[in-house]
Nanobody, 129 residues
């Protein structure tokens, strides 16, 4: 089992930056065996993919809407994953979720919410105009 806890959300103005953190834990957790993704869900909308970093850290993918503004990083020694968000826009307002899926050790990195087994409780990000 993997437990994920997000933090770092808040209310900011358009153009500001935020860094979300995701702390992973588990009795036998080896975080380097997991692909780590970020998703978000705005009111009345479906959960959508934001970004992902592969278990090795060698592959990263982002949604077009955040490409160039958001960056996923991870510190396996600390069991932490981060989402650096720059140039925030009102349309980035959502609850942001961290997710983990055991890696397939292939070149494929999951980008659909249904592909992830473990989820955090989410952290609210609100961007005012």
């Amino acid at each position: 089992q993997v437990q994920l806890v997000e933090s770092g959300g808040g209310l900011v103005q358009a153009g500001d930056s935020l860094r979300l953190s995701c702390a992973a834990s588990g009795r036998t957790l080896r975080i380097y065996e997991y692909d780590m993704g970020w998703f978000r869900q705005a009111p009345g909308k479906e959960r959508e993919f934001v970004g992902v970093m592969s278990s090795s850290g060698s592959r990263m993918y982002y949604a077009d809407s955040v490409k160039g503004r958001f960056t996923v990083s991870r510190d396996n020694a600390k069991n932490m994953v981060y989402l650096q968000m720059n140039g925030l826009k009102p349309e980035d307002t959502a609850v942001y979720y961290c997710a983990a899926e055991r890696t397939s050790y292939s070149t494929y990195v999951p980008r659909k919410s249904i592909e992830y087994e473990f989820w955090g409780q989410g952290t609210q990000v609100t961007v005012s105009s």
